[in-house]
């Protein structure tokens, strides 16, 4: 133990500072996992529920009037198929379905076919438990992020500025 004397030592200033312990076993902090974190887990089937800004999202992407029109009304549904870091993503309406296939880390060619018919190189990766896709090409700053919150599914387009949020929930 210490010393009942440097216990109750006092200088002018206050009281003694504290006798030197020896440094503690090193442990890992609250919460850390002894392995990295599994990213989250998308998969399913997944309703949308709401949506803002898609309108501006659109415009960025240069989609023609009426498409956007008919884009707006449509509530699309999302099928993810997740296998460790291999994804199936389908979008499926009533005016078109879209389907993309990535290994995260693995930079592809996606063909935007039915969306603003671009193509561009995109590159999926893990930010934290968020989905997070870039997509080069001749729109800039153009992306998306996937994640989930409680029972719900949060998607966030952007281009050029734009960014639309779209809330999904399990089928």
């Not at 133990?1 to 442990?27: M, T």
């Amino acid at each position: 133990g210490i010393p009942a004397k440097l216990l109750r030592a006092r200088s002018p200033r206050g009281p003694a500072p504290a006798p030197h312990l020896p440094p503690s076993p090193r442990r890992p902090r609250a919460g850390a996992a002894a392995s990295p974190a599994m990213p989250a887990d998308l998969s399913g089937t997944w309703n949308l529920v709401s949506s803002d800004n898609f309108e501006g999202y659109m415009l960025a992407l240069g989609i023609d009037f009426a498409t956007r029109k008919i884009a707006k009304l449509l509530k699309p549904q999302k099928v993810i198929e997740q296998n460790g870091d291999s994804f199936t993503i389908h979008t499926n309406s009533s005016l078109r379905n879209y389907l993309v296939k990535f290994k995260v880390g693995e930079e592809f060619d996606e063909d935007n076919k039915g969306l603003d018919n671009r193509k561009c190189k995109s590159l999926v990766t893990w930010d934290n438990d968020r989905l997070t896709c870039v997509q080069k090409g001749e729109k800039k700053n153009r992306g998306w992020t996937h994640w989930i919150e409680g029972d719900e599914l949060h998607l966030e387009m952007f281009c050029e500025g734009q960014v639309c949020k779209q809330t999904f929930q399990r089928a």
